[in-house]
């Protein structure tokens, strides 16, 4: 049984529209308001086509402050941090010494000396910590600082009627400012692909900022999203979660878990040149030494891969389906796949066998599938 440490201020309203609280994090967070296939299929093609709004607050928020931050954060990441300026952040990722894949996180820079890091389930303010010590900075876990995130193609349309400016909030930009008279930070970033907003208040505000963004958006089709959908919306938009497109979930016969950002394709968030962060000499010398690699597929008709589908070729199994979703609003049947790097090409042919025995033809496809150019999460005005 999970031991919840922490509680979400907004635990009360998800339990009125039948939200069961599951641990993320040691947070209880809405997974599910309702198990129905109809409300999984809801809630996607709100944020999709108008907005939904979600309780993200089990997100770990680090706060780094002081004349040293810079340095631990810049030690930790593989981002070079001293590009980042005041207002803006960036997405990075963080390695073990072995250079393998721990955790993955949004930097914000609040101010000169003022960082904010916000992680998810692994390591990251462990790594923090630990680099801190000594220092002249402080690490401060922040759970009073509550993160709802609201995505969709109206969602900037809901906050231009109350927040002056946020047209012109750039991706990845952040403001401080206040919605509905309470203090907020918003930050033009997300996890479904979309043009969307997370919006960090306190705890106190936090109810009465979820109601009042629920009670105008209404009109506009905003509605509360379960946290789940997230998994449907980060499938096509090819936006990884760990540990559950990793090998602490699908691990390697004789190998302790851990990937490469090469075998993940996340080494675009290594800054070009950047030495001297966790790994990074490991991190450098596993280019081209992939046991796998993370790519997408396509499959047949409507029916999705189940979560940890076989993947075989030829009739032999030679890799996972991590996560696959079918959307009626773009057309196609997707998944996230841990496959061979040799199999890892635009049109190979493979098959995807779910846990039933169903036997789906499928063939390798380069991701997103959703938003390619990512113009629509990037949108101007």
């Given at each position: 049984m999970a031991i919840l440490w922490r509680t979400s201020a907004l635990?009360?309203?998800h339990a009125e529209i039948g939200g069961e609280l599951e641990d993320w994090n040691g947070m209880g967070t809405a997974?599910?308001?309702?198990?129905s296939p109809e409300r999984a299929k809801a809630d996607y093609e709100a944020v999709r086509t108008k907005a939904g709004l979600m309780d993200?607050?089990?997100?770990?928020?680090?706060?780094?402050?002081?004349?040293?931050?810079?340095?631990?954060?810049?030690?930790v990441t593989t981002r070079n941090v001293e590009k980042i300026m005041?207002?803006?952040?960036?997405?990075?990722?963080?390695?073990?010494?072995?250079?393998?894949?721990?955790?993955?996180?949004?930097i914000y820079r609040l101010s000169v000396n003022t960082w904010l890091v916000v992680h998810g389930t692994g390591t990251g303010m462990?790594?923090?910590?630990?680099?801190?010590?000594?220092?002249?900075?402080?690490?401060i876990f922040d759970d009073d600082m509550h993160d709802m995130s609201l995505q969709g193609p109206v969602a900037v349309e809901f906050l231009a009627?109350?927040?002056?400016?946020?047209?012109?909030l750039a991706y990845f930009g952040i403001m401080q400012t206040k919605l509905f008279g309470c203090p907020v930070m918003i930050s033009r970033t997300g996890y479904t692909g979309e043009r969307g907003y997370e919006i960090f208040c306190q705890a106190k505000h936090a109810v009465y900022l979820w109601d009042n963004i629920l009670a105008e958006g209404k009109d506009m089709g905003i509605v509360p999203v379960q946290f789940s959908t997230l998994d449907l919306l980060r499938t096509e938009s090819y936006l990884l979660f760990y540990p559950g497109d990793n090998s602490e979930t699908y691990p390697f016969d004789g190998e302790t878990c851990g990937d490469t950002l090469w075998e993940l394709g996340l080494e675009f968030t290594v800054s070009p040149g950047k030495t001297g962060f966790?790994?990074?000499?490991?991190?450098?010398?596993?280019?081209?030494?992939?046991?796998?690699?993370?790519?997408?597929?396509?499959?047949e008709g409507t029916t999705p891969a189940d979560e940890g589908a076989d993947l075989l070729q030829n009739g032999e199994k030679v890799g996972v389906v991590t996560f696959g979703m079918y959307s009626e609003v773009n057309g196609h049947n997707v998944g996230i796949a841990r496959m061979p790097v040799a199999c890892a090409s635009p049109g190979t042919s493979l098959t995807v066998r779910n846990g039933d025995g169903t036997e789906i033809a499928a063939t390798a496809q380069e991701m997103p599938f959703y938003d390619k150019d990512k113009s629509i999460r990037t949108a101007k005005g």
């Open positions: 635990a009360h309203r997974w599910f308001y309702d198990h993200v607050s089990g997100l770990k928020k680090v706060h780094v402050v002081g004349e040293d931050a810079a340095y631990v954060i810049d030690r005041p207002g803006r952040s960036t997405y990075a990722s963080i390695l073990n010494s072995e250079g393998k894949f721990v955790d993955d996180c949004i462990e790594q923090l910590t630990s680099v801190a010590a000594g220092k002249n900075c402080s690490v009627n109350h927040v002056p400016g946020i047209r012109d966790i790994g990074a000499e490991n991190h450098y010398a596993s280019q081209g030494k992939e046991r796998f690699k993370i790519y997408g597929v396509l499959l």
